[in-house]
């Protein structure tokens, strides 16, 4: 018989589940990997790698490990979680450095008082 992870798990173990999915996929984007790309070098279907991303509790261990593989070849599970990759330390510089864009006219009038 088959049993939805998502029904029969805590609260607190579905959260975890799309916290991997979505370390997984912060990963992917670092090492600029298309997801595509990605599925194909897991061996994986690119709805799966999906799942993946939005943390289905519901997929095996074995195609989160092949994905993880596939998008940071030597990384384990450990490094994933503790965000040890220094893509993702790249990543985070890249997002902090946004440039800032001038307000419109309407913008300014809203911001005087």
Known sequence: MKVAQSTVLSERQLAQSAELGQRLARLRLARKVKQTDAALRAGLSRNTVYR????????????????????????????LLTEADPALAALQVRERSKRVRDLSAAELDALNF
């Not at 991303?53 to 030597?74: H, N, S």
């Open 52 to 79: 993946l991303e939005k943390g289905d509790p519901g997929l095996a261990i074995g195609q989160v490990l092949r994905y993880l593989e596939a998008i940071a070849p030597g990384s384990t599970l450990a490094d």
